[in-house]
Every structure is written in structure tokens, then in C-alpha cells.
């Protein structure tokens, strides 16, 4: 319920191979000499432009995923408030609920997050908030539609409006939603949406990606801008040196056109039809397995979803999310777990794709989950020593030595081998209690041993 983006269609990942293999040796580093690359990429952005709300002015790049499509917003919105603002310390300003990759961005690009924290019940941002945040220095606004953890989407009207009050550049990431919300809102019957999209005054630039909910293979996303001026600001030319004059539009230099082919063909053989019905099938299964999940005792759901994606955390001290975690893989399930964090307690993610809303599926992972409950009660939440928190609190994640690191690790009860262990409830335990820059601190040490 995390990670894999499955239609469920016949021979969609045969065709997306097949395409792949015969674009991998094309180059998009150099588009004067592989047209094919500009033809496909044209077609992709032009879909994506009509699905959500651009106009003839709209423009967009294919990327490599949803990071590099928000990693390329910030640098474009950054390299534009410097060059038209004069902006040199630039800052972005975020809900607490944005994706990590924004974060990515900012440390990547220098520029200073400053995180607006969401409404502890409905888990959205206040437009409020985001105008009181914006200052001279502001280069970019984000807003999700819908946010990774709890699937709910942002005020993006009123935000995207403080927004363009000031004179602010505003993106909707709808790198996972959009796709899916983009042809949900063209069904017949479709629930009332928001307006999120290109069409909304203010917003300048939107992220959607077609490895999610597109269901192409991996590596496929779009980034569209309200114009091709905007756009211009985030490509790098370089003709000052000995080769070949370079213009990238993305982060990569040489690169395969095997995912967009596959994006393409993939996108041309299900086509909005069957997107459409793909959405609804999701759509439907997300709801009742949301439903569900509310008649299970013991469980709730985060906030109201208004997308595919379900959080779902413990109602009352007996059960252990993390614990549920670990006896649904045991039953062949992986519910994906996220730490607590400001208002949000420790809950379990589920992303519902096309491939799992039959309704025999959503049955079964209803009936898996309320034994995963039955279960988790009976073996009761992880205790963590207090004592041992306390210790860990005075660390100096600034200063740890991978000596500490590894000591820290061994009393969250991951030994020194690469393996990790197989219940991981009493190790998410222990983390989300830490501070999250210790934490941050010790992810690397953890997952560097995988790589030996
Ligand atoms: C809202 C949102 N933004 C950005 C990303 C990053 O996308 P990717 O994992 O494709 O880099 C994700 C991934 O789940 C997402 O949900």
C-alpha cells in the first residue's frame, strides 16, 4: 500500500518495457539531434497542460520524478525572484505537511524553509498563515493537492492569492494526487474537488507525476509553468567552456529517453477513458476502505482524505500503530509507517491504486487489518525506557561521532550487521521519540550500512 502504482491493466508494464527498451540508448542531453525526445515530450506536457488547467501559455518539462520536479520549482522560482527581485537571501514558505523533497530543495539550493505549521484536525494549512509568513525575501509558496501523509488538500484559492498579492510565485505540488484528482473530477459522478490546478489565480507552477497515479514506469513526471518565461528561469546554459554548447532543462546531463517513452506509450494506451475509470475504481475502493478502517475498534482516520492516500493511527493508548505495521506484513500487507510529528500521532500510510480496489482486495485488507488490531492489543505498544530518551536528548547530533551513532542505534535495537530486524515497531519506537535531527542524524548511519 506504498511505493508500487499498479493499473491492474493487461499488458501495461509489457508495453512500457517494450518502449523503454527502445528509447534507452536515445539521448535527451542533446534534443537538436534526437527530435523524438521534443515529439514526446511536447505530447506528455500538452496532456498534462489540459488535464490541469493550463491554457496556450503554459509550458512544462519532463522530469525524472516527483523530487526533481519540486527540486526544479524552487530553483526556478529562486533563480526568478533573484533576477527580477533582486532577492539574495531567498526563503520558502511552506506547510509542515509539504514534501521532504522541498526540504531537499532548499538545502540543495540555499534557500531558508520557513515551515508554516497546519491545522492539528483537519491537517491543511491556514491561508493566513502562509500570507503572514511571506516576506520581501519569499521566492516561492508551496502548497500540496493533496499532501503525501494525510491525503488532504491545501486552501490553494486563498493561499495561491496571498501569494500573488505580494508578488509571489505560488506551486501546487500535485505530484502524487494529480494525475488521479486531474480525471477523478471529469467522472460522471464525480465528489466535489477543491479547485487546485493552473486554473487557480496565483499558482505559477504544479508538479504531477506520472509514476504514481499515470502508472507509467518509473522515472516520469511533469512540471508545468503558467508560461515559458517563467520556465526559462530554471534552465542551465553554458557556453562558456571548450564542448559543446549545453542547455538542461532538468538536473541531469546525458539522459535516457526510456522513461518518457514508456510515460508516452503508457499514457496513449490507457488514455483519459481509462483514466478516468481507473480513478473512479480508486476513488470508490479509498472510501470504503476508509470506511472500514472507522469500524475497526481501535483504529481512526487522520483528518477527512479527499484523495487516494489514508492515514490511519491508533483511537486510544492500547494499540501500537507500528505494531499493526509489523503484524500486516506478517500477513502479507505492507502499510507504510509515519513517526509522529507536531500534531500528527504515529499512524500507518496506505496509497490506494487501481490494482488493489477490487472490492474482494479492500474486503480481505479490511479483515487482515481488525486480526492485525485483535493482535497488536494482545501484544501491547512498544515501551521505550524513559531513561533511555532522556540520554538520547543530550546528544549532539551536530557532533555525534559514528561511534555514538552506532551505540544510539544499538539501543533502538539495531545491531552492527546490514540486516535489519524484522519487527520494526520497536525501531520506529525509538526514533520518533528522538529529536528529529538526531534522527536525521542517525537515518544515514542506518541505511549506510545496507551499502557495504
Ligand atoms: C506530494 C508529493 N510530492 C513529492 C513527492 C516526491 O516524489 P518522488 O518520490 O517521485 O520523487 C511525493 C512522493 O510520494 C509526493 O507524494
Known sequence: MAYVYDSGLEGIEELAAEAAARFAGVNGLDMTVFPSVVALENDIVGRAARLLGGDTETAGTFTSGGTESCLLAVYTAREHARRTRGVEAPELVLPDTAHAAFHKAAALFGLKPVVVPTDPQTYKVRAGDIAAAITGNTALVVLSAPSYAHGVIDPVAEAAAEAARRGVLCHVDACIGGWYLGHLRLAADAPRLPPFDLSVAGVTSLSVDLHKYGYAAKGASVLLFRDAELRRHGWFAHASWPGYPVVNATLQGTKSAAPLAAAWAVLERIGTEG????????????????????????????????????????????????????????????????????????????????????????????????????????????????????????LDPDTLTSEEAALALGLAGVGEGGELPERMAPVLAVLQVLPPKLTERLLPELIGRLYT
Do not use: C, K
Not at 500521532?345 to 491504486?353: F, G, Q, R, Y
Open 275 to 394: 483514466y478516468v475509470d481507473l480513478s473512479r475504481r480508486v476513488h470508490l475502493a479509498a472510501a470504503a476502505l476508509a470506511e472500514g478502517v472507522r469500524g475497526i475498534e481501535g483504529l481512526r482516520v487522520l483528518g477527512s482524505p479527499e484523495s487516494s492516500l489514508i492515514a490511519v493511527a491508533a483511537d486510544g493508548p492500547g494499540i501500537d500503530p507500528f505494531v499493526v505495521a509489523d503484524e500486516m506484513r506478517g500477513r502479507g500487507w505492507y502499510l507504510q509507517p509515519q513517526p509522529a510529528f507536531g500534531g500528527s500521532p504515529a499512524n500507518l500510510h496506505l496509497t490506494v491504486t487501481a490494482a488493489v480496489a477490487g472490492e474482494e482486495t479492500v474486503r480481505q485488507l479490511l479483515a487482515d487489518l481488525a486480526e492485525a488490531v485483535g493482535a497488536a492489543r494482545a501484544l501491547g505498544p512498544v515501551e521505550i525506557d524513559p531513561e533511555l530518551v532522556a540520554a538520547a536528548g543530550l
